[in-house]
């Protein structure tokens, strides 16, 4: 068995030289991840700044507050909690301060884009509430605002609306959406886990005017440490505090929360908005080149994207998700097999895969980047062997 230093080093290795379209990965700077390693790991900080239940947090305290005041700053919200060890800890979180269990959730279809902390049936959502599902409308493709509503009027009783999605390439009209749900009666929450960095720059329509509460990770395209992070209005505050502790989790990881603050003060910097311009383009250039091909082979849902990632219909190509993935990952080449909508194969092969821009755009790859590594997946699915030429592409895209 290797050493974990030999295999820090490996991973290492395998990071620089891959080219990586996991559209929820990113690079974190060496200021976010050298927060990530300090003696913070060594605290235990159970409650917030100034209510603790433990004593020598007088550091935990100013850097728990910091990492609060730079998510109230950057997305302009009353609140924040800056303590969720995930995502789906953070949606967890905000169900237990929102509603009760039983109560009826009206969420995005996981078939369709969505997430498996929406309700799925074997996640802690899915057997603790009653979740009901909109999907996407089958000929565009785009979030189906008709069954949405239809939905909301036919139950009567939905407690919650949770949107926001994985795998969804377009904007998301939160405002539209909210003003039905409260029409109805329902309390309304956004998971912007994928597009939180979007959001913050004000590249994407912020939810937090308009949702009780909104979850995300911190992770994907804001750039910052594996973990979660809820902001919302002043009037959930505490019930979203209690739902984070003692609701849901136990001690706070502080190094991740300095790191979160060294994410969000990175997130405020005039550059991060630029970062997330590209990202966006990055992602077009991709639709763009894939629309390029043989139309028969790749199939770009919805004909493009609005955000940091692309969905392609590969079903063509005569392979499917899962050999695509394995196929190019074998060849340095990594995204990820993913179910497109109405996907007539199983979850364990699916008919899509999804690219995403966030990670290569933190390494400076511009436009035509982009579209070269489309040629690369292009040649690879036909059977060329590129190993060498995605080597060379990292090479130089590290050397700028
Ligand atoms: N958020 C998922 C992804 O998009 O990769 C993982 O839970």
Request: glycine share 10%; charged share 20%; net charge neutral.
């Amino acid at each position: 068995m290797p050493t974990i230093e030999e295999l820090i080093s490996r991973e290492r290795e395998r990071q620089t030289h891959s080219i990586n379209l996991i559209a929820s990965e990113n690079f974190v700077s060496d200021y976010v991840k050298r927060t990530m390693g300090t003696v913070f790991t060594n605290k235990y900080a159970e409650g917030y700044p100034g209510k603790r239940w433990y004593g020598g947090c007088e550091f935990t305290d100013q850097v728990e507050q910091h990492a609060i005041d730079l998510a109230k700053q950057l997305f302009q919200a009353e609140h924040a909690n800056v303590q969720p060890h995930s995502g789906t800890q953070a949606n967890l979180a905000a169900y237990l301060a929102l509603i009760k269990p039983g109560d009826k959730v009206l969420a995005f279809k996981l078939e369709h884009g969505g997430h498996l902390s929406h309700g799925a049936p074997f996640n802690a959502s899915g057997k603790y509430y009653k979740f009901v599902h909109y999907g996407v409308n089958r000929d565009t493709g785009l979030i189906d605002m008709d069954e949405y509503a239809a939905l909301l009027k036919e139950h009567g009783d939905i407690k919650l609306v949770v949107t926001g999605a994985s795998s969804y390439p377009r904007a998301i009209d939160f405002a539209r959406m909210a003003k039905l749900a409260r029409e109805h009666g329902a309390l309304f929450m956004a998971d912007v886990a994928h597009i939180s960095g979007l959001v913050a720059a004000g590249e994407h329509q912020s939810p937090v005017p308009v949702a009780d509460a909104v979850t995300m990770s911190t992770h994907k395209t804001i750039r910052g440490p594996r973990g979660g992070m809820i902001v919302c209005s002043g009037k959930y505050a505490s019930k979203i505090d209690r739902g984070v502790f003692p609701g849901s989790q136990g001690g706070p990881l502080v190094h991740i929360i300095a790191a979160k603050a060294a994410m969000l003060e990175e997130a405020l910097k005039p550059e991060f908005k630029q970062y997330i311009q590209q990202v966006i383009k990055n992602a077009q250039a991709m639709a763009a080149a894939f629309q390029q091909l043989d139309g028969k082979k790749y199939r770009v849902l919805t004909g493009g994207t609005d955000n940091h990632m692309v969905m392609v219909d590969i079903s063509g190509t005569g392979k499917n998700g899962i050999q695509i993935e394995r196929l190019l990952g074998e060849q340095s080449i990594h995204l990820n097999k993913n179910f497109i909508p109405y996907d007539p194969l199983p979850v364990t092969e699916t008919s899509g895969i999804r690219v995403g821009s966030p990670l290569l755009t933190t390494l400076g790859a511009k436009e035509a980047d982009m579209a070269q590594v489309v040629q690369l997946i292009d040649r690879a699915i036909a059977g060329e062997k590129v190993t060498a030429e995605v080597h060379k592409f990292m090479e130089n895209l590290l050397a700028r």
